[in-house]
């Protein structure tokens, strides 16, 4: 089954505790995404990537990093996270940029 | 002003109605449109792509109007289970050809 895959789904930490946001698809997308969602603000692009070992800042990449080792995996990684980063983390993919996108299931990041 | 911008709603139709949502976008460049379903903190999942000839999926009807900049949902014979939030995405039009989200417009269906 065509898919993109999030872990963990849910996760309760607390501040400068570092964590990382697992992102894999298994439709041979080139382009992967982050996005994060607030309530009121809609989604909001952290990092992508436009194929393997190019990354590059979205909308709000402060606090967070990303590596594209593997075409297939785009990792979200929070090195010391603080509260401002509790949110609903969502993982895409697309087979190009700028093509429609297939989300992963999110992950809700509560950070105390 | 916001580069997708969309009526936050909640529009609360009856069952049966015809609903239509609009989203206007600024960027004359734009190039790809669709239109985006979301559940309750539930991913997006792509409800159908919005070309220059429109497009239509059953009940959903999606238009381009780019002389105004907007594209246009309109769901016939609402059902129960159309109850979600709609995004509007749309393509900066850039090189980047990043996606922009809108914040949504949220459709109750009543019984």
């Known amino acids: 089954e065509a898919q993109v895959t999030q872990n963990p789904r849910y996760l309760i930490t607390v501040t400068g505790k570092k964590l990382t946001v697992t992102c894999s698809q298994n439709?041979?997308?080139?382009?992967m995404s982050w996005y994060r969602q607030d309530p009121g603000l809609g989604l909001r692009q952290i990092y992508y990537?436009?194929?393997?070992?190019?990354?590059d800042k979205g909308d709000v990449p402060e606090g967070y990093k990303v590596s594209r080792k593997e075409k297939r995996n785009f990792p979200l990684i929070l090195e010391s996270p603080s509260p401002n980063q509790t949110s609903l983390y969502f993982c895409?993919?697309?087979?190009?940029?700028?093509?429609?996108?297939?989300f992963g299931p999110g992950t809700r990041l509560t950070v105390l | 002003r916001k580069e997708v911008e969309q009526d936050p709603g909640p529009f609360n139709v009856p069952e049966g109605a015809t609903v239509a949502f609009n989203c206007t976008y600024s960027?004359?460049?734009?190039?790809?449109f669709f239109w985006y379903r979301q559940d309750c903190r539930k991913e997006p999942k792509l409800l159908m792509s919005?070309?220059?000839s429109g497009n239509e999926d059953g009940r959903f009807t999606a238009q381009l109007n780019r002389a105004s900049q907007y594209i246009s949902l309109l769901i016939r014979d609402s059902k129960l289970s159309d109850s979600a939030t709609y995004l509007c995405?749309?393509?900066?039009?850039?090189?980047?050809?990043?996606?922009?989200f809108g914040s949504g417009t949220r459709l109750l269906v009543r019984p």
């Open positions: 960027n004359s460049a734009s190039q790809s």
């Open positions: 439709m041979n997308h080139e382009y």
């Open positions: 995405v749309v393509n900066l039009g850039d090189s980047s050809y990043k996606l922009i």
């Open positions: 919005v070309y220059s």
């Open positions: 895409a993919s697309s087979f190009l940029a700028g093509d429609e996108q297939f």
């Open positions: 990537s436009m194929n393997v070992e190019v990354t």
